[in-house]
């Protein structure tokens, strides 16, 4: 029978050839080392110019194919690209004599602001609401949006607030409009890098120190897995400096849990196998060749899933969601690379006392019956049936859920966990002024039909009639185009002003040879979402077929990585439903962004199918020697602790997102880190386990396996796949309990 090892020295030596000893060997290890040196030396001046690389502006979110993004391009043939800092005073009751002549006198100091691409000159106002007794008044300053318009928007909101001071003695001053809540925005994405970093490093040590129980082992996956940080990040700046690669705060945080979570994960897997072979071995040269050999296919298949996973969103519409294919891709592969090189060279440079306080040496025991997931194995395997119905009806019954899921977008609102001062003026401007003051819609049309068009929007339902018009600093014409703006009644972030962009658009395509186009944030947030929602029918069943062939290869079998994709989408629903329960009532979240759903979907799959890939790859090898049933008991019980802890690492260094003050990532973390439990202890542990139970040799069809008579249990092994006293020291044992 095919892949069936009946030789033990097959499985006590690893090829002198094989490439593992490319790393671990007694002179290579050294050469390894003195490799990553030089790339570190190079990396890590380049990884902390990764924040510079970013480019945060509307163009690199949309695609350029979206009606929005082309209006944003044509109006720069009619004036300086710039967004309005809105300036707002209101007191209850009426403004009084004071506050009009300090709102005069800031309007004076305002004028003169030139710093920061600040345009004083063309501030617009004060203009005051329509009591008979004024109660707000709103001054407009506009900031240029050239080449470095969003490295400086936040110092320039900054410089208005300087001049305009803060709320006191009654009258409330706050500065709102699209500059001042990017300006939040981007003071909430300043230091992510960082932020992610400590937090993602501080959770991998308290995981990693209570999975090892050694202050010293810890160190090495730590060390590794930073570097691999460090040259992915100076990588990726390059292309995003020399080869147009797009880099936002979104993908560059991303990059870093990623990084951590799967990095950290091999390095487990690895730490586990080579424990095993350090028992075997007196040469720990020799164990790490063997352990790379047996373990490293399967570390090369998740890696692969990963990669290929993220590669597949270049076929997404949203720049943003596009962008982040390549970022994550090559944050991945490095940390694969680094797992599969330094890490293990290092292990072997520092030797067995890295193990500290319980090293592993020589003919040591590796009991397998008194552990908890042998125990759980064998409780499985006595009713395999029952247990995958019952665990499959409770993951569908989670999934309900979904009901509850609102991924229709969220306002900015409701985008940050607490409220800044853009948000509160938000508010007090709403409450005073048509809510849609301060980001308009932004029409061009042919001159032409510019009045007709003009007309057109006016009478549409959900625009202020009065606002449509040239803006100030607006050329009137060029090339036979004209350029206006219109005032929706509803704030420019919620729904209905998504509707009102979708009456004016279909209103002024009605009008012949016009050839108009509507933009404006409004409009970006409208073709964001009907980006995204193509996105997701698209890059979802891609990532599918993606990993369902990846397991094909690597199983040679077709029902197994079925059976797979199914307890993956089953478990991905689960936690999309959980998700959604926990936002609705516990944690009051108003929604979730549109490309939630995707994203969830990606991280959950590519990075939550490691661990059946870990596990299966088991199964696969105990079953070429003692049998498919026996082989899955063992596979779990050799598996199980190493896996448990992986799933704990990833689902901390994804919770890590929940440090930053975004609601959207907040979400991610908490679902991603939800799912990747319910796959680690329930999906991995129990559904899958019992189903490869009771299916049994038929789940390698169509390899040679699922000829497997009956599956019976080869000589020296229990029905239940557990080693007899007389063969325990002959056969493989599984891995320890404790990683």
């Known amino acids: 029978m095919a892949d069936v090892h009946t030789d033990a020295e097959s499985r006590t030596a690893a090829p002198r050839r094989h490439a593992a000893w490319l790393v671990c060997g007694r002179r290579s290890k050294w050469l390894v080392l003195l490799l990553w040196l030089v790339i570190l030396v190079g990396a890590a001046p380049l990884a902390q110019k990764l924040t510079d690389a970013q480019d945060n502006d509307a163009q690199s979110w949309l695609p350029g194919s979206a009606e929005s993004t082309q209006v944003l391009d044509l109006s720069g043939d009619f004036r300086p690209e710039t967004l309005p800092a809105i300036v707002v005073y209101a007191r209850e009751g009426g403004l009084t004599a004071a506050d009009r002549s300090r709102i005069a006198e800031d309007v004076g100091e305002l004028k003169q602001l030139r710093d920061h691409g600040l345009r004083g000159t063309e501030a617009a106002g004060p203009v005051f609401d329509k009591k008979v007794r004024p109660s707000a008044a709103q001054v407009s300053v506009p900031v240029t949006m050239d080449a470095k318009g969003w490295e400086r928007i936040g110092p320039a909101v900054d410089s208005v607030r300087d001049r305009t001071g803060t709320s006191a003695d009654g009258l409330q001053i706050h500065v709102t409009g699209p500059a001042g809540t990017s300006a939040d925005f981007s003071e909430a994405f300043e230091g992510i890098d960082s932020t992610l970093l400590l937090s993602a490093l501080g959770i991998v040590i308290v995981i990693l120190l209570f999975t090892y129980r050694s202050p010293t082992l810890l160190l090495v996956p730590v060390v590794s897995v930073v570097a691999a940080l460090f040259a992915a990040q100076a990588l990726i700046y390059l292309l995003a400096r020399h080869a147009d690669l ?88 490095i940390a694969l690379l680094a797992m599969l090189t330094l890490f ?152 209905a002003a998504r509707d009102t962009v979708q009456r004016v658009r279909d209103a002024v395509a009605a009008v012949p040879d016009a050839d108009a186009k509507v933009g404006g944030g409004s409009a970006t947030l409208l073709d964001m979402d009907r980006a995204t ?115 704990l690492v990833l689902a901390g260094t994804f919770a890590a997102l929940a440090t930053l003050p975004m609601v959207a990532f907040a979400e991610l973390g908490f679902a991603v880190g939800l799912g990747v439990l319910l796959d680690t202890f329930i999906v991995r542990s129990v559904l899958v386990t019992a189903l490869f139970l009771d299916v049994g040799p038929r789940v390698w069809w169509p390899h040679a396996l699922a000829r497997e008579p009956g599956g019976a249990p080869s000589e020296g092994r229990s029905a239940e796949g557990a080693p007899s006293e007389a063969a325990a020291s002959s056969a493989d044992p599984p891995a320890e309990d404790s990683p």
């Open 533 to 647: 929602a193509h996105d997701n029918k698209l890059v979802i069943p891609l990532v599918l077929v993606v990993v369902l062939l990846i397991l094909g290869l690597l199983l040679r079998a077709l029902v197994a990585p079925l059976l797979l994709i199914g307890t993956v989408v089953l478990s991905f629903a689960a936690a999309l439903g959980v998700s959604a329960l926990a936002f609705r009532h516990l944690f009051d979240y108003a929604g979730e962004s549109t490309d939630f759903p995707l994203f969830v979907f990606v991280f959950l799959v590519a990075l939550g199918i490691d661990y059946n890939i870990f596990l299966t790859t088991r199964i696969r090898e105990e079953a070429g020697r003692q049998g498919t049933r026996p082989g899955v008991v063992t596979g779990l019980a050799a598996t199980g602790a190493v896996i448990t802890s992986a799933g």
């Open 344 to 495: 293990p060279a290092l292990l072997v440079i520092f030797g067995r006392w890295i193990f500290w306080p319980v090293i592993p040496h020589e003919g040591s025991a590796e009991p397998t019956e008194r552990g908890v997931w042998a125990r759980a194995g064998r409780g499985i395997a006595r009713r395999p049936r029952l247990v995958w119905g019952v665990t499959a009806v409770a993951l569908a019954a989670l999934s309900l859920g979904l009901l509850q899921l609102r991924a229709e977008g969220v306002s900015n609102a409701d985008s940050f966990t607490d409220k800044p001062d853009s948000i509160v003026g938000q508010e007090v401007s709403a409450t005073y002024f048509p809510a849609g003051t301060g980001d308009p819609l932004v029409i061009v049309a042919n001159q032409a039909q510019g009045e007709q068009v003009g007309r057109a929007v006016a009478a549409t339902e959900g625009v202020v009639r009065r606002s449509v018009g040239v803006p100030p600093g607006t050329a009137p014409e060029h090339d036979g185009r004209v350029l206006f703006e219109a005032t929706s009644t509803a704030p420019s972030d919620s729904q």
């Open 246 to 333: 797009t880099v936002n705060g979104q993908s560059a945080g991303i990059l870093t849990v990623l990084v951590f979570g799967a990095g950290t994960d091999y390095a487990l897997l690895l730490v586990a196998r080579y424990r095993e072979e350090l028992r075997r071995h007196a040469d720990r040269h020799e164990a790490m060749a063997m352990a790379l050999h047996r373990a490293g296919p399967a570390v090369l298949a998740s890696g692969a899933t990963v990669v290929l996973s993220m590669l597949v969103l270049l076929t997404a519409d949203m720049n943003s969601t596009r962008g982040l294919g390549p970022v994550a891709a090559l944050g991945v592969a």
